[in-house]
T-cell receptor, first 112, second 112 residues
């Protein structure tokens, strides 16, 4: 099975609200990354957080990482219709391996 | 703008045909990846490469094969396509560990 699992599977919010999604993983990691996918096209990288970091910000995005619980969360503040997309977490294993494994994703719908 | 390209974008072929999906990147990245994704579903890693002449199988067993003769090129081949191969195939590349991956726009394959 995949390294990362997202929760919830789907999320519907009103424009201006915050969206929070979670990712859990199974083995030790070097870093955890979040990506966005619009309408089944290629993925776009959003943010990378290393295993020794606990929180990271990028614009309206806030990512936290709890390595003791093997989990991460992505918060999108003040959501916009353009944030409607699927969001995936991906992990780099801690051993010397370049495999990049993705979770199942969270589909976010922002209603105008 | 990511410099990674996949061709064709869409392909409809008959059962039993041999096909090659092309993926090229101009960023000089050593690490390249192939993922399979059904609509609205998770990404499954099927092949990856550390560099020239290196290929590895991913998490999902696949009947496809890959080659890496040049840094910039990572084609995926299906010797005999079947309806079960109908899916979207996404190619990605990155410089190394702890770096972001860049994705192509994908090839949507339909086998009839």
């Amino acid at each position: 099975s995949q390294q990362g699992e997202e929760d919830p599977q789907a999320l519907s919010i009103q424009e201006g609200e915050n969206a929070t999604m979670n990712c859990s993983y199974k083995t030790s990691i070097n870093n955890l990354q979040w990506y966005r996918q619009n309408s089944g096209r290629g993925l776009v990288h959003l943010i990378l957080i290393r295993s020794n970091e606990r929180e990271k910000h990028s614009g309206r995005l806030r990512v936290t990482l709890d390595t003791s619980k093997k989990s991460s969360s992505l918060l999108i503040t003040a959501s916009r219709a353009a944030d409607t997309a699927s969001y995936f977490c991906a992990t780099d294993p801690s051993r010397d391996d370049y495999k990049l494994s993705f979770g199942a994703g969270t589909t976010v719908t922002v209603r105008a | 703008e990511a410099d990674i390209y996949q061709t064709p974008r869409y392909l409809v072929i008959g059962t039993g045909k041999k096909i090659t999906l092309e993926c090229s990147q101009t960023m000089g990245h050593d690490k390249m990846y192939w993922y399979q994704q059904d609509p609205g579903m998770e990404l499954h890693l099927i092949h990856y490469s550390y560099g020239v002449n290196s290929t590895e199988k991913g998490d999902l067993s696949s009947e496809s094969t890959v080659s890496r003769i040049r840094t910039e090129h990572f084609p995926l081949t299906l010797e005999s396509a079947r309806p079960s191969h109908t899916s979207q195939y996404l190619c990605a590349s990155r410089r190394g560990l702890n770096t972001e991956a860049f994705f192509g726009q994908g090839t949507r394959l339909t086998v009839v």
